[in-house]
């Protein structure tokens, strides 16, 4: 396709051609799947074509295998429409034994299936574009490089400024908004993507008729503690405060919102040293991509002028965003360690081969010092611990980095990477 940005889910989605007979592709809307998957599919039915829409819904209700005639890979775009076709492709990959036949993609996680298809069709999650994706990180320090050979690392330079952060930031990684000619019309992306999620889609993800207020203030208020462990009783009160939702109902909406993909919690990592009430285990609030809190808070990127400590935040989305994109390849899964005496790493970034780094994420330059100790007493209390658990120890982090929106990134003499978000890749 003319124009096409290559994407780090390109490669993913090769693999799983090469491994399994269907590969199910799911993210949020507007992330780029449609585009992506007709990269390599042969052939392809959109449910979404409302030309041909009541067609294909009445083929795939009465005799779906009908549906698979067409050159492989053969995409179906939101299959979740016609769920029969699942079990249709299902059952031609285990007839035929061939690998590489078919690609779905959807916009939730919410269709049920009367199968799983394990082993037969295998999932990837794709997100909204990264800075390097989108070209705006020089992807000058490959992430994986740096964990297969530190020693090579001999600093670099971001050409990412704050005010070029504070608008990737708004704008947000959806392909559409880098189509747009004005920055105001690529800024309109994703505020329309968050009205359409309160309007439209949180009522159709399961049926359910949902209220676009409240849902617009519970996202409201989870952006405003975006990026922390602020506990649901909190997030609720601020919501119950203009609306009457139950407690029940809240749940209902938080968990719409995660089939939806939008909202995405991080997990905590909880080593074993520190005593078991020292660690913070509940989930740190996040969104799928900062630029839906922004929408959600109403705020624009000249608002960061006067708000820092919100930009902060908003800034550690970001990065959290990135480091799960450019981890994928390796089954990356990104958490975070915070205990009560105030020690944190505000990422935790682990690799399927037990490799890790413990990750510190700084606006600016002057924060650098603090994020560095923490990860540094990390590490010796690891140490400290694997001195009396010699038969259970602990690995030693592989990378102790610090990811700032700063200009120079270089090695500190306590080991720390100090690494500017404009300059990392996968």
């Known amino acids: ?5 290559p994407r780090i889910s390109d490669e993913l989605l090769k693999l799983k051609l090469e491994a399994f007979g269907a590969a199910l592709i799911v993210g949020p809307k507007g992330c780029g799947k449609t585009t992506t998957t007709k990269q390599q599919a042969k052939s392809y039915v959109e449910f979404q074509d409302e030309d041909e829409r009541e ?38 990959v285990d007839d035929s034994g061939e690998v590489g036949q078919y690609i779905l993609t959807g916009s939730s996680s919410a269709a049920d299936t009367p199968h799983t298809g394990t082993l037969r069709i295998s999932r990837m999650k794709m997100y909204p574009m990264s800075l390097f994706e989108s070209g705006e990180s020089n ?12 020693e090579s690392f001999n600093g670099c330079r971001s050409d990412l400024t704050i005010d070029r952060i504070k608008f990737a930031i708004c704008r947000g990684g959806w392909p559409g908004s880098l189509k747009a000619q004005t920055d105001r019309a690529k800024l309109a992306i994703a505020k329309d993507l968050f ?12 049926h359910v008729k949902r209220n676009p207020r409240w849902a617009r203030t519970l996202l409201r208020s989870y952006s405003r503690n975006l990026c922390t462990m602020t506990e649901t009783k909190a997030i609720f009160g601020d919501i119950v405060s203009t609306c009457e939702m139950s407690k ?29 009430t020292a660690i913070r285990s509940s989930k740190k609030r996040n969104v799928i991509d ?3 809190a922004a929408a959600a808070l109403g705020v624009s990127p000249e608002y960061f002028a006067n708000d820092y400590k919100t930009l902060g935040f908003l800034f550690e989305s970001l990065c959290i965003r990135d480091l799960k994109i450019y981890s994928s390849s390796s089954n990356g899964t990104v958490s975070y360690y915070h205990d009560r005496y105030g020690l944190e790493a505000d990422a935790v970034l682990h690799l399927d081969d037990g490799r890790y780094a413990l990750i510190e994420i700084k606006l600016g330059q002057s924060e650098v010092d603090e994020g560095a100790k ?24 592989d990378l102790k980095m610090v990811i700032t929106g700063s200009q120079y990134g270089y090695r500190r003499e306590d080991g720390v990477f100090v690494i500017p978000l404009g300059c990392l890749r996968d």
């Not at 209700?61 to 067409?70: M, Q, R, V």
């Not at 010796?380 to 259970?392: A, D, F, R, V, W």
């Open 248 to 276: 029940p109902t809240y749940y209902e909406y938080i968990s719409a919102l995660e089939k939806l993909m939008i909202v995405e919690d991080v997990d905590a990592w909880c080593p074993s040293i520190r005593s078991k």
């Open 195 to 206: 009205s359409q999620t309160c309007e439209i889609d949180i009522s159709n993800i399961d």
């Open 55 to 92: 067609n294909y819904l009445l083929i795939a209700n009465t005799h779906p295998s009908d549906l698979l005639i067409g050159d492989k890979p053969r995409l179906f775009d939101e299959w979740q429409d016609a769920p029969k076709i699942w079990g249709a492709i299902r059952k031609d």
């Open 290 to 292: 900062p630029s839906i």
């Open 139 to 150: 992807g000058s320090v490959s992430l994986h490089a740096l964990f297969n050979n530190p």
């Open 1 to 5: 396709m003319k124009n096409y940005k």
């Open 374 to 397: 923490h990860l540094c007493k990390i590490e010796s209390l690891i140490k400290e611990h694997n001195k009396t658990e010699t038969q259970t120890p602990l690995r030693l982090p």
